[in-house]
């Protein structure tokens, strides 16, 4: 298993380019099996959850091919009229995502059979609102031996209220209503901008979508969709890390190709700590300030400030001058960092759903674990900071969501390295 080592006290200055988003490519490379044909999506990120989602597709008998040289961010993706409508235990449980597969297959195939994803490191992270959704669109759904199965001959359009806002089921219901007869009115969707995203890569296959990006979609089914070459959109978590980075060793990082507007809430709060984030025309720019001032975050659905982004913006509020209240709304168990964080120094003491950050002058580097993808990111921005030397360990959770993270950092000045074992 990997290692990451950090030697902290770098001031992190530069330029560094954002990958494209994870949370992005997942639910597109899961929409084009919507149509028959040749795919080809553009700017894919590199990483291990995309490799996990071809993987799939293999299995189920769609190829996917990764692009060489100048092509190298591309896959292409042959989808036949027929496949292996399912995705076996394996790999949803190393990937919850999985599920996106459902609402798309039932759709074209009228069955899809997928394995229930079970706990996870940040909470229970049901799916009844998938599945409740597809049933209104009248798809038949059983429960058996740890997989879900929904069967329907044909999905019927129908009004569907989301009970809480989900992102990847707001996705699966609008990629299953596609291809539905009549129109499907989704409420209480999900508004993030990869659901939006993802409406304009299916609109661009022939889709019928409209108020994707509000909470209110109105979707009229068509009879088929055609393929699609798509741009995935930047990563605006990779982004925020980045930008967090900056703030953190009182730095001065442009991130190119960001999008400000994905990023409000998260700039918002930088300036509000006395950070320095400006919107240039290729990317942001965030300069650290000298003193990192105390501010309090609670993590909503979008536009609200993003549960990927607390634990980064944690480790900024741990070394503030003073006291910070994180609250966290939308998953249960998502401060696991909280104890890796305690012990490089950090004062902070968890009360339910809120944690408070007395910020300390400093970190000190020690060994560390990570327990999930955004944890891993908040233990390496930590160990940037902190005097001495951080490992970090299970960094493959890392490797979930951060492109060649190490190197990016590096690029801008960190003292950081690889271990492979
Ligand atoms: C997506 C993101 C993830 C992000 C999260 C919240 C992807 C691939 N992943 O995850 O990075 O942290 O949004 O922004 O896009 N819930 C239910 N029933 C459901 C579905 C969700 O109760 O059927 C609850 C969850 O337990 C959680 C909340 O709703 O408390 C939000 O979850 P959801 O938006 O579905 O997260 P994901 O789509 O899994």
Redesign the pocket.
């Given at each position: 298993m990997d290692r990451i080592i950090v030697e902290g006290g770098q001031r992190l200055v530069g330029e560094v380019e954002v990958s494209g988003a994870?949370?992005a490519a997942?639910?597109m490379l899961a929409g084009v099996l919507l149509a028959e044909g040749r795919h080809r999506l553009r700017n894919v990120p590199d990483l291990a959850d995309v490799r996990t989602l071809c993987k799939l597709f293999e299995i189920m008998g769609a190829r996917t091919q990764r692009g060489e040289g100048a092509l190298a961010d591309a896959i292409t993706i042959d989808v036949d009229a027929s496949l292996t409508p399912e995705a076996p235990y394996d790999l949803v449980r190393t990937m919850?995502?999985s599920v996106l597969v459902l609402g798309p297959l039932v759709a074209r195939l009228g069955r899809a059979r997928v394995s229930l994803p079970g706990g996870c490191a940040i909470?229970?992270?049901?799916?009844?609102?998938?599945l409740k959704g597809l049933e209104r669109l009248g798809a038949e759904i059983t429960l058996e031996h740890g997989y879900v199965e929904a069967r329907a001959k044909k999905l019927v359009g129908a009004k569907f209220t989301f009970d809480?806002?989900?992102?990847?089921?707001t996705e699966n219901l609008m990629m299953a209503a596609c291809l539905a007869e009549g129109r499907t009115i989704l409420e209480n969707a999900?508004c993030?901008p990869?659901v939006e995203a993802l409406a304009h890569m299916l609109n661009a296959m022939g889709a019928r979508i409209r108020g994707a990006g509000t909470p209110a979609l109105t979707i009229d089914g068509v009879r088929s969709l055609r393929p699609v070459e798509h741009p995935i959109i930047p990563d605006r978590i990779e982004a925020g890390t980045f930008l967090v980075a900056a703030a953190l060793t009182q730095g001065d990082v442009l991130v190119k190709g960001a999008l400000p507007e994905h990023m409000e809430a998260l700039i918002q709060k930088l300036r509000a700590t006395g950070a320095r984030v400006t919107a240039e025309q290729d990317g942001v720019r965030c300069q650290g300030a000298d003193v990192i001032l105390p501010t309090d975050i609670k993590t909503l659905?979008h536009p609200g400030f993003?549960?990927?982004m607390q634990a980064q913006l944690m480790v900024l509020l741990s070394v503030a001058k003073g006291s910070s209240m994180v609250t966290e709304t939308?998953?249960?168990n998502r401060f696991m960092h909280v104890l890796e964080l305690s012990r490089m120094g950090a004062d902070i003491r968890i009360d339910g759903k809120v944690a408070l950050v007395k910020g300390v002058p400093n970190l000190s580097g020690a060994p560390v674990m990570a327990t999930d993808l955004r944890a891993s990111a908040c233990l390496v921005l930590a160990g940037l900071r902190a005097r001495g030397q951080t490992e970090i360990r299970r960094v493959y959770h890392l490797d979930r969501g951060y492109e060649r993270m190490e190197e990016k950092l590096s690029g801008l000045g960190a003292r950081i390295e690889r271990v492979r074992d």
């Open positions: 994870k949370n997942l639910p919850r995502a909470g229970a992270r049901p799916i009844d609102q998938h809480v806002v989900s992102v990847t089921g999900a993030e990869e659905a993003p549960t990927d939308v998953f249960e």
